[in-house]
């Protein structure tokens, strides 16, 4: 699998706005064309901030999908209201699994904490529901940009833990909540 880390800087008083739009067009309309939604989140340190995360089988798997969808019926007809909400949308770290995310629904919590920082990894902790490293290949669907040549690994953990880049509180659509 490979995964987006995607985090979105948002007009003022714009995420709740975009979290509704998405959670009602973008959920379904991803998932039919071969897009795995992991998490959906608000960041609880800044409240114009949206993270979410999405999986690909692989790059190819990607590039098909992602052409589906951005060209594709729902996006043509909702583009212009959800890019209306955003400043910038282009932090998008490229991930590949070392703990792969649940397939079945986790016990839920409140906060989900993420832990991004240089590799080499620390030991990845017993308890994280996934821990993912960044990877330097070709983007394919250059449409959308990601972040290149950092070395990052990225953990996310049910809970409060110190040290944590991120704290996220899941959306109700969030399959980590």
């Known amino acids: 699998m490979i995964y987006e880390l995607r985090q979105y800087t948002l007009r003022p008083g714009q995420r709740d706005t975009l979290i509704e739009l998405f959670e009602r067009e973008f959920v379904e309309s991803q998932e039919v064309v071969g897009i795995r939604l992991v998490g959906i989140f608000r960041d609880l340190a800044d409240s114009d901030r949206f993270v979410w995360v999405r999986g690909f089988a692989d790059m190819e798997s990607r590039r098909q999908a992602l052409s589906d969808f ?47 920082g240089p590799l080499p990894a620390p030991s990845v902790p ?48 969030s399959f980590l909540r």
């Not at 669907?141 to 899941?170: I, K, S």
């Open 70 to 116: 951005y060209y594709g019926p729902v996006w043509k007809a909702f583009s212009k209201e959800a890019n209306a909400t955003m400043i910038d949308s282009d932090d998008v770290l490229l991930l590949r699994p070392i703990v792969e995310f649940p397939v079945t629904r986790p016990p839920g919590g409140e906060v989900v904490t993420v832990h991004i």
């Open 126 to 173: 017993h308890d994280v529901l996934a821990a993912l490293e960044t990877i330097q290949v070709e983007n394919t669907f250059p449409a959308l940009p990601v972040r290149e040549g950092e070395e990052l690994y990225v953990w996310f953990r049910r809970g409060d833990h110190p040290g944590a880049t991120l704290r996220l509180a899941p959306t109700e659509r």
